[in-house]
């Protein structure tokens, strides 16, 4: 079968819920991909950072392996020999007390979210049915009934109505909005301390810091959604680091896994995931010790390999040729680390059209807004390839 062919069985036989390029991959290691036709790629979008790692990882696959022999599933009625491991090393990585495993990162979210309220209710003493948690405009948390409650893209909310109450949006990098919106209810202000979806938007410096110390203010929980921007991607652990604040809760997903199994975690202080009592949650495949397993060398290959420093190194080098090209359709290039935003202006015709004329030079990114094209590789990519990338980058901006 043939490029065409899998497009049609998947046109056919599939929800169109994305529009993806046409590109059908069939193998992939480390930055590179490789289609039906052989046609080998430079992966610039690392499935949306989860697989920062890089694809299929030596280390990360045997871990799959080795622990798929053993036992993967045993449910939490019963205990396995990889989680209470995984929570060790979490909190020492991260420095939080305990944190509670789940699979995708809207699920994550979700805890979260229900963490949130409960300790708002049992712990700050909020009346019940009355908390409100404050998100922010742009924002990108996943795609549950509840999380696109408080998205402002209209089309993740368009069909979807009723939605969940409880929640405010702020402007995002506007922490006088947030003083403004708070109530006697608050409970918690959720936020991306750099924006994925939205754009690859960095907020105002100072910034994060500056809604942390409203938040504690106030006894309301600062929870950090590092989903996409944390485990290196922004070239540091987490990219609320670069504030110097400690969220009160902090969501990861994506690379905890590197891209190898859905892997997702809360990760706070016993004050706050305390308030979960047996029963109150759950997830059969939550904390499952494959998960677990691949996890746990996840995090393993990501300090081992000085993962977050190269994507801070390169990330740097990166965006600074970037900035030096002097396309006259290049609004704006952002991001920090391996994490990096081209805004065009509109007058450019879209991002998508850039990235099709890359994939046809072998490099695969992914307009993300209309207007931005996204560039965050794998964070094992070397200075050479990114060159590589650079020079093609550098024409098709200018050229198409
Ligand atoms: C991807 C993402 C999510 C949702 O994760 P899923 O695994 O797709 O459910 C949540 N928050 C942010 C910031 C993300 O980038």
């Given at each position: 079968?043939?490029?065409?062919?899998y497009?049609?069985?998947?046109e056919?036989?599939?929800a169109?819920?994305?529009h993806?390029?046409?590109?059908v991959i069939?193998r992939?290691?480390g930055?590179?991909?490789y289609?039906?036709?052989?046609k080998?790629?430079?992966?610039?979008?690392?499935a949306?950072?989860?697989v920062?790692?890089g694809?299929?990882?030596?280390?990360?696959?045997n871990?799959?392996?080795?622990q798929?022999?053993?036992?993967?599933?045993?449910s939490?009625?019963?205990r396995n020999?990889?989680l209470p491991?995984?929570?060790?090393?979490?909190s020492?990585?991260t420095?939080?007390?305990?944190s509670?495993?789940?699979?995708?990162g809207?699920?994550?979210?979700?805890?979260?979210?229900?963490?949130?309220?409960k300790?708002?209710y049992?712990?700050?003493?909020?009346?019940?049915?009355?908390?409100?948690?404050?998100t922010?405009?742009?924002?990108?948390?996943?795609r549950?009934?509840?999380?696109?409650s408080f998205?402002?893209?209209?089309q993740?909310?368009?069909?979807?109505?009723?939605?969940?109450?409880?929640?405010?949006?702020?402007?995002?990098?506007?922490?006088?909005?947030?003083?403004?919106?708070i109530?006697?209810?608050?409970v918690?202000?959720?936020?991306?301390?750099i924006?994925?979806?939205g754009?690859v938007?960095?907020?105002p410096?100072?910034?994060?810091?500056?809604?942390?110390?409203?938040?504690?203010?106030d006894?309301?929980?600062?929870i950090?959604d590092?989903?996409?921007?944390?485990?290196?991607?922004?070239?540091?652990?987490?990219?609320?680091q670069?504030?110097?604040?400690?969220?009160?809760?902090?969501?990861?997903?994506?690379?905890?896994?590197?891209?190898?199994?859905?892997?997702?975690?809360?990760?706070?202080?016993?004050?706050?995931?305390?308030?979960?009592?047996?029963g109150?949650?759950?997830s059969?495949?939550g904390?499952?010790?494959l998960?677990?397993?691949v996890?746990?060398?996840?995090?393993k290959?990501?300090?081992?390999?000085n993962?977050?420093?190269?994507?801070?190194?390169?990330?740097?080098?990166?965006m600074s040729?970037l900035?030096?090209?002097?396309?006259?359709?290049?609004?704006?290039?952002?991001?920090?680390?391996l994490?990096?935003g081209?805004e065009?202006k509109?007058?450019?015709g879209?991002?998508?059209r850039?990235c099709?004329?890359?994939?046809?030079?072998?490099?695969?990114?992914?307009?993300?807004?209309?207007?931005?094209?996204r560039?965050?590789?794998p964070?094992?990519?070397?200075k050479?390839?990114?060159?590589?990338?650079?020079?093609?980058?550098?024409?098709?901006?200018?050229t198409?």
């Amino acid at each position: 079968m043939r490029t065409q062919d899998y497009i049609e069985l998947e046109e056919k036989f599939g929800a169109h819920n994305y529009h993806p390029l046409n590109v059908v991959i069939d193998r992939a290691e480390g930055v590179w991909v490789y289609d039906v036709e052989g046609k080998k790629y430079l992966d610039c979008l690392a499935a949306y950072s989860a697989v920062n790692q890089g694809h299929c990882h030596p280390r990360i696959i045997n871990a799959l392996k080795a622990q798929a022999e053993k036992v993967t599933l045993t449910s939490r009625a019963f205990r396995n020999n990889q989680l209470p491991l995984l929570y060790k090393e979490l909190s020492e990585l991260t420095g939080y007390e305990i944190s509670l495993p789940m699979n995708s990162g809207a699920e994550a979210v979700e805890t979260a979210l229900k963490a949130a309220r409960k300790w708002g209710y049992k712990v700050k003493g909020v009346e019940e049915h009355q908390a409100e948690i404050i998100t922010c405009t742009n924002n990108f948390a996943g795609r549950t009934i509840s999380i696109i409650s408080f998205s402002t893209e209209a089309q993740y909310r368009d069909g979807f109505g009723p939605f969940t109450p409880g929640f405010k949006i702020v402007d995002y990098g506007n922490a006088k909005e947030l003083e403004k919106a708070i109530t006697k209810n608050t409970v918690a202000f959720l936020v991306e301390p750099i924006q994925g979806e939205g754009g690859v938007v960095v907020p105002p410096e100072g910034y994060l810091k500056e809604a942390f110390d409203i938040c504690k203010k106030d006894n309301i929980l600062f929870i950090a959604d590092e989903i996409q921007c944390g485990l290196g991607r922004s070239g540091k652990l987490f990219a609320f680091q670069y504030e110097s604040i400690k969220p009160d809760v902090v969501i990861i997903g994506k690379a905890l896994s590197g891209g190898c199994y859905p892997v997702s975690a809360v990760l706070s202080d016993r004050e706050v995931l305390g308030v979960f009592k047996p029963g109150d949650h759950g997830s059969t495949f939550g904390g499952n010790p494959l998960g677990a397993a691949v996890a746990r060398e996840s995090l393993k290959v990501l300090v081992e390999e000085n993962l977050i420093e190269r994507s801070y190194e390169l990330g740097n080098y990166f965006m600074s040729e970037l900035k030096k090209n002097n396309s006259a359709y290049i609004k704006e290039v952002r991001g920090k680390g391996l994490f990096i935003g081209v805004e065009l202006k509109p007058e450019a015709g879209g991002a998508r059209r850039f990235c099709e004329a890359l994939m046809a030079r072998g490099i695969l990114c992914k307009e993300t807004h209309e207007n931005v094209i996204r560039f965050a590789p794998p964070l094992v990519i070397k200075k050479e390839e990114i060159d590589w990338a650079l020079t093609h980058i550098n024409e098709v901006l200018v050229t198409i």
